[in-house]
């Protein structure tokens, strides 16, 4: 049943406080170490997503009217995959791993890395995709051993009610928890000491949490967004396939995703035709239906009235052509809307649109749009479509993002082999997804060795009183050869 934000009952700020103290004590009582507690743990987490999924997809599809496809592929069925693989390789991730010493005098003082819990971890999601956002840092937090308090956003009330509820029931409540609530009560939780944060969303909040962390030295992590751009160079030729790769990824949920392609640049010979392509794509993605703002899967909902109309105002204020699209539904949707003859200095270019638009600036050649993609922030993907492989090592040379991606777009999501992250207004402290799990991030690698009483003959040199001879053996290393360029 459809929860409205109003009815969602936010925490207080004492309720905060009893959570964070009881995880805290949780944690101290190493309740969370051993490796068959977190095993349970995440075995539990998969069977709450398995026998809820379609009430998770009920639950999106009354927030934000996201259709069960869109649910299932990007928010549920793989989330089940990616826990029994953190069970499968918990052992081998959470095993001490030696550092062999390059130089014989200290080889036998057994260095090693033992991964250890952080401590108390504070996950902050946000509303497009809340269950993968939420659950897939969890599921690296329970791997690591530390408990955690999640923070799903107030702008989907049905899914947060809902997650708040089923979490208790399968998880241990005294090292798992769940906070409700809007800007009062996430400030007063990021005042607390947490071991580490996790957020999810765009960099105005990115800013504003980083702050918070650094005030109590808490390490964080940031996965932001930014302008991603989609470049289709000269060559290449099917621009069917181009636009509809590029289309499928701008209408996933309405463009409400952080590596949506948020904008294209194409040569200025060649816009007409890829504008034809993409109606081309459109029609074959809503054939034999009403459209995309009606019938049986129709675009997702803008998330918030106040957002729609932020949209809705964008568009006003463009000094690009709408060339197809720009019908509204009520305040709940936009139809995907193709823009040409867009500035690079137009509103659509200031900030990550965060919706169903896709503004086309036409350039003169390869060089112009690299020179337009480095005059913003640093995006948190670029998506190049080209058969020319030089042309991919001078994007990697030439420009800055999170990651590259040549002839597809949002596929990088499916290498979980690869770090997730961006730079700058895109984010920090990439995450090596290990199967999709972040276990490195909430994981303190604590190196620790033993120097051996048997070794003292040989580090009589440390002492005082110091020598020339002394001096002199210390001074060695310093007058290397060091060799020419």
């Not at 599809?61 to 592929?73: C, F, G, Q, S």
Request: net charge negative; aromatic share 8%; with cysteine.
């Amino acid at each position: 049943m459809p929860v409205p934000t109003a009815a969602l009952k936010f925490n207080s700020t004492a309720e905060i406080d009893e959570i964070y103290e009881r995880l805290t004590k949780t944690f101290k009582s190493g309740v969370t170490r051993p490796l068959e507690y977190r095993r349970k743990q995440l075995l539990q987490l998969a069977r709450m997503i398995q026998d809820n999924h379609t009430a998770f997809e009920d639950a999106l599809i009354a927030d934000l009217n996201k259709p069960r496809m869109e649910t299932t592929v990007a928010e549920v069925s793989h989330l089940i995959t990616a826990i029994l693989n953190a069970v499968e390789n918990l052992e081998e991730w959470a095993a001490p791993k030696p550092c062999p010493t390059k130089e014989a005098w200290r080889s036998s003082w057994d260095a090693t890395l033992y991964k250890e819990p952080k401590g108390v971890a504070l996950i902050i999601s946000p509303w497009n995709y809340p269950l993968v956002l939420t659950v897939n840092p969890l599921i690296g937090a329970i791997a690591a051993g530390c408990p955690t308090v999640l923070k799903p956003s107030e702008m989907v009330p049905t899914f947060c009610e809902l997650f708040s509820r089923l979490l208790p029931e399968y998880l241990d409540a005294n090292a798992y928890a769940v906070i409700k609530g809007g800007v009062p009560e996430t400030t007063h939780a990021l005042a607390l000491r947490w071991d580490h944060i996790f957020y999810t969303g765009n960099s105005r909040v990115g800013r504003i949490i980083a702050s918070a962390a650094g005030r109590n030295l808490t390490p964080v992590t940031l996965e932001l967004g930014g302008k991603s751009a989609a470049v289709v160079a000269d060559d290449a030729t099917d621009l069917d396939l181009v636009a509809k790769r590029i289309w499928h990824g701008k209408v996933q949920n309405a463009g409400q995703l952080c590596v949506t392609p948020d904008y294209a640049l194409v040569s200025k010979g060649r816009v007409d035709a890829f504008v034809a392509s993409l109606k081309k794509a459109h029609r074959e993605f809503w054939l034999g239906t009403d459209g995309p703002l009606a019938g049986e899967t129709p675009v997702s909902n803008i998330v918030h009235p106040t957002h729609h109309a932020h949209l809705l105002d964008v568009l006003r204020r463009t000094e690009g052509k709408i060339v197809f699209g720009g019908e509204v539904h009520a305040d709940k949707s936009i139809a995907p809307t193709i823009l040409t003859d867009v500035p690079p200095d137009d509103v659509l270019m200031q900030e990550e649109i965060f919706g169903p638009f896709l503004p086309i600036v036409a350039v003169d050649d390869i060089d112009e749009a690299i020179r337009v993609i480095n005059s913003k922030p640093i995006p948190l993907v670029l998506y190049l479509f080209t058969d020319n492989d030089d042309l991919k090592h001078k994007f990697l040379q030439q420009t800055r993002s999170g990651q590259l991606v040549v002839n597809d777009v949002i596929m990088q999501l499916c290498v979980h082999e690869m770090p997730f992250g961006g730079q700058g207004e895109s984010g920090c402290k990439s995450t090596f997804r290990r199967s999709w799990t972040t276990f490195d991030v909430f994981t303190h690698f604590r190196g620790c060795i033993t120097v051996p009483f048997s070794e003292e003959p040989s580090l009589q040199g440390r002492y005082r009183p110091y020598t020339d001879d002394k001096y002199q053996f210390a001074c060695a290393p310093g007058r290397a050869k060091i060799p020419d360029a």
